[in-house]
């Protein structure tokens, strides 16, 4: 069965532009969530949505990050006006139902790199 | 706030040199504590959940137990493919999100 996809896998912008990146999570998994990791730092929760509604955007970093779903499908996170503190990988990881002890499975990310 | 401040950031073994990682936490009512593997360019992994102090899970080379305070991550005769980056989570009863820390980079060498 195919697991967590992301795409795109590489994303080089200037300052200023927006992106957007995207999520598809496994089949079945009603629990999707962002994570953002820098260089040298730890794995940072973005958001959490349950199907789609996000009940936890406590780690949105400001109001230029924004993300959807659509059903109990894919994601999207869009980051307007791109700063360059906003390079990292962006992870996406889906469970089967959160909040919950279910474990979480990972893409493989999103590098963005804020030129 | 959750906090997980995992040791040592680097540990270079020799294959077979067997040796643990330490993830110490503060969590308000835990609900399961995650351990993870990352190699360079890829997600993380999952390997174990723990639930419970005393608790112990093993997979292969792997051994990971959990204490209240702490959990450790025993690698038994390690091979160069178990070089990777561990990382430890844990999560609050009650909460989606997971809590990690920066991780340990393990490097085996043959």
């Known amino acids: 069965g195919a697991g967590v996809s992301q795409s795109p896998s590489n994303k080089v912008t200037e300052k200023g532009k927006d992106v957007e990146l995207r999520c598809d999570p496994i089949s079945g998994h009603t629990a999707l969530y962002w994570y953002r990791q820098r260089l040298g730092q730890g794995l940072e929760f973005l958001i959490y949505?349950?199907?789609?509604?996000?009940?936890?955007k406590s780690g949105l970093p400001s109001d230029r990050f924004s993300a959807e779903r659509t059903g109990e499908s894919v994601s999207t996170l869009t980051i307007q006006r791109t700063q360059q503190e906003d390079s990292a990988v962006y992870l996406c990881?889906?469970?089967?139902?959160?909040?919950?002890?279910?474990?979480?499975?990972f893409g493989d990310g999103t590098r963005l790199s804020i030129l | 706030e959750d906090q997980v401040t995992q040791s040592p950031e680097a540990l270079r073994l020799q294959e077979g040199e067997s040796s643990s990682l330490n993830c110490s936490y503060t969590v308000s009512g835990l609900r399961g504590l995650f351990w993870y593997r990352q190699d360079p360019g890829k997600g993380p992994e999952f390997l174990f959940t723990l639930y419970s102090a005393g608790e112990e899970k093993e997979k292969e080379r792997l051994k990971a137990t959990l204490t209240k305070k702490e959990s450790f991550l025993h690698i038994t005769a390690p091979k160069p493919e178990d070089s990777a980056t561990y990382l430890c989570a844990v999560q609050r009863s009650g909460y989606s999100t997971l809590t990690f820390g920066k991780g340990t980079m393990l490097l085996v060498s043959p």
């Open positions: 990881a889906s469970s089967l139902v959160g909040p919950s002890n279910q474990p979480q499975h």
């Open positions: 949505f349950q199907g789609n509604s996000a009940p936890d």
